[in-house]
């Protein structure tokens, strides 16, 4: 067994930097009580990842944490009381303060805890030895579990059994991928997969929101396509999505996008959306909001008119795209045949100039034919369409001269009638 306390590598010291958590550590770590910056926060900073939120664990219960934050006159908002977790705010900046715990029992997914003032017996609790470090005030960062090492290895492990873990809590199966997508490197680790399948009948007792946002924060993650194939491969991710992933088409959507944004949302469509019926589905199943399955759906559509074409399309093809599906469905089209066809600059262009097109709605309603005589009634229905049909051949110009005429020759054409 390594030794658990050693002095924290500079990178992690330098969380304890950060004034406002000096604060609340000054406050929460003394007389007979002890307090730490844990989990996440402690692994991105030995990461050299951005820190985006500082979780502390105490040995005072939530009470003694209520009392310290008004006597110090901070504000504290009792955002997870039942689980020990009270939310102090120094400068209007979160933290998230727990009280150290240890699982009595558990049932698959939520569990009953009581309080303790170990905090060995708090990182066995949980899930990966990456995310059950401490640091505390002094320097010292404790490793009871060999987190260290894993982080230097980028070895995502489960904490003891991974039956066992996972049998406690399901969601931990998801979570293991997502933090081999997001940490780790190399091979996922075999005992781990290993449990995942033999405990996958558990998956079936997560809600559906807790499965959409672990898929779409796997999706995030920097190693997604990869891991994503290692998860198809075990079949479990099909199960999921109730679809047969496709993670080739999602590793060459994200190397196609490599310098963009992440896009989790397009990177679930190159995974698993061929049909608009699909987007439905995953509506469903994972509980997407409306606007997102209806992005899916525009998106579906698009791809759809562009299939089994083997190179991006000329520009007045681009911009019927556009037109007919308007151009964010058809920017993700493009990105979504740009990724089965295996990308490369002609497909990077034409996705550039979708993304530099303006939107385009044709630029004329019944009102401008009612203004020039056209009479009221199905003839302006007819009108506009031929308008619309003309507007579309000559590319879908935009200058006024160019519209003036298209309409001059539109309404002669119909007073002749
Ligand atoms: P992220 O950057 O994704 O928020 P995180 O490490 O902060 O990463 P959280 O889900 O916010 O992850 O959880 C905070 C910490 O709580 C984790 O680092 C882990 O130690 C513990 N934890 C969270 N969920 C579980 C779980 N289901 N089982 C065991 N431990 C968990
Ligand atoms: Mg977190």
Request: aromatic share 6%.
């Amino acid at each position: 067994m390594s030794m658990v306390a050693v002095a924290a590598p500079a990178r992690a010291k330098a969380l304890l930097e950060h004034q406002d958590l000096a604060r609340i550590l000054a406050l929460l770590d003394r007389d007979g009580e002890e307090a730490r910056v844990v989990g996440g926060a402690v692994r991105n900073s030995l990461l050299g990842r951005p820190v985006t939120e500082i979780d502390i664990a105490t040995t005072a219960t939530p009470e003694i944490v209520m009392a310290r934050a008004q006597a110090a006159k901070l504000k504290s908002v009792p955002t997870g009381l039942a689980h020990g977790t009270i939310m102090l705010l120094v400068e209007s900046k979160p933290f998230e303060v727990t009280s150290l715990r240890e699982d009595i029992e558990t049932d698959g997914r939520h569990a009953k805890v009581k309080f303790s003032r170990d905090f060995a017996v708090d990182a066995r609790r949980r899930d990966f030895t990456i995310n059950a470090l401490s640091l505390s005030r002094d320097g010292m960062l404790y490793d009871y579990v060999g987190g260290l090492a894993d982080i230097e290895a980028r070895r995502l492990r489960f904490i003891g059994d991974p039956v066992a873990r996972i049998r406690e809590d399901y969601l931990r199966i998801l979570r293991f991928f997502r933090f081999a997508a997001a940490y780790g490197e190399g091979p996922l680790d075999g005992p781990a997969v290993l449990a995942c399948l033999r405990e996958r009948e558990g998956l079936a007792r997560l809600s559906r929101e807790r499965v959409r946002s672990e898929i779409l924060k796997l999706l995030a993650a920097p190693r997604a396509g990869e891991v994503t194939r290692e998860f198809s491969e075990t079949g479990l991710l099909g199960t999921l999505l109730s679809s047969a992933p496709n993670p080739a088409r999602l590793i060459n959507l994200l190397r196609f996008s490599a310098d963009e944004p992440r896009d989790s949302l397009l990177a679930l469509a190159a995974l698993c959306v061929n049909l608009p019926e699909d987007a439905e589905r995953l509506r469903e199943g994972l509980r997407l909001s409306n606007s997102e399955s209806q992005r899916l759906a525009e998106a579906a559509a698009a791809f759809l008119s562009l299939h089994g074409i083997e190179a991006p399309p000329v520009a007045a093809a681009l911009l019927r795209l556009i037109f007919r599906y308007g151009r964010q469905a058809a920017g993700d089209a493009l990105a979504l045949a740009a990724a089965e066809r295996g990308g490369g600059a002609a497909w990077r262009e034409a996705l550039a100039f979708v993304r530099a097109a303006p939107e385009l709605r044709l630029p004329f309603s019944g009102a401008d034919l009612i203004a020039r005589g056209v009479p009221d009634g199905k003839e302006i229905g007819e009108a506009l369409k031929e308008l619309r049909k003309r507007w579309i051949e000559a590319g879908f110009p935009q200058d006024r001269e160019k519209l003036q005429a298209l309409l001059d020759a539109v309404v002669a054409a119909r007073l002749k009638h």
